[in-house]
């Protein structure tokens, strides 16, 4: 934080001013400006911090080998905390060592980038370097397809179908989007019909 001193020469101003008003120029009173670095403020040790969300959950994206894996902090009292993932897979984005400087009741954010798919913890050490918290956490691989599957039934005809479909994730933009589904029914007493489709979008 800065603050500006100002100091006005009073004695000098009268003087200048007189002889400005002889002369008809305008003289401006002296002015000093001071820089004031403010002191940091006082931190305590913390006995906990709370991590959320409750689950730590990321996902590589296609085309992709890292991830993101975010999540945020709160401590009731101005503290310092150190974050060290146990796995060298997860790297800390932000001060060497892990620090983190947290304000009373406001959420702070940390990001981590994971440089591969794994699951493992962060634990928290406080200033006293005692353990006061750990984050279990997942990051899932790059999805290759999306499944899904549905049960109908219909209480007017007894009839019951189930549906099941495929589809490779496209790897870009442009790529073609292709996909498979399988249809069964059965009508009572001995009916039983079905369809198989394939498709592609472009």
């Known amino acids: 934080m800065r603050r500006i001193k100002v100091a006005l020469a009073l004695l000098g101003a009268a003087v200048?001013?007189?002889?400005?008003a002889q002369t008809g120029a305008l003289v401006a009173p002296a002015v000093t400006v001071q820089q004031v670095t403010a002191a940091p403020a006082p931190t305590e040790?913390?006995?906990?911090?709370?991590?959320?969300?409750?689950?730590?959950?990321?996902?590589?994206?296609?085309?992709?080998?890292?991830?993101?894996?975010?999540?945020?902090?709160?401590?009731?009292?101005?503290?310092?905390v150190y974050l060290r993932p146990a796995d060298p897979r997860l790297v800390?984005?932000?001060?060497?060592?892990?620090?983190?400087?947290?304000?009373?009741?406001?959420?702070?954010?940390?990001?981590?980038?994971?440089?591969?798919?794994?699951?493992?913890?962060?634990?928290?050490?406080?200033?006293?370097?005692?353990?006061?918290?750990?984050?279990?956490?997942?990051v899932f691989p790059a999805k290759t397809v999306n499944q899904a599957a549905a049960l109908n039934f219909s209480p007017l005809t007894g009839r019951t179908s189930v549906a099941y479909s495929v589809a490779p994730v496209p790897q870009g933009l442009r790529a073609p989007a292709l996909s498979a589904n399988v249809n069964l029914g059965y009508t009572p007493p001995d009916r039983v019909d079905g369809t198989v489709s394939l498709s592609v979008r472009w």
């Open 45 to 80: 040790v913390a006995r906990q911090v709370l991590i959320q969300p409750s689950r730590l959950e990321a996902a590589v994206a296609p085309g992709y080998t890292t991830a993101l894996l975010s999540f945020t902090l709160l401590s009731e009292v101005p503290t310092e």
């Open 92 to 138: 800390f984005r932000g001060p060497p060592g892990g620090k983190v400087i947290l304000t009373p009741y406001t959420l702070h954010s940390v990001s981590f980038l994971a440089l591969s798919a794994h699951s493992g913890a962060v634990d928290i050490f406080n200033a006293a370097g005692q353990r006061i918290a750990q984050a279990p956490y997942t």
């Open 16 to 20: 200048a001013g007189a002889s400005a």
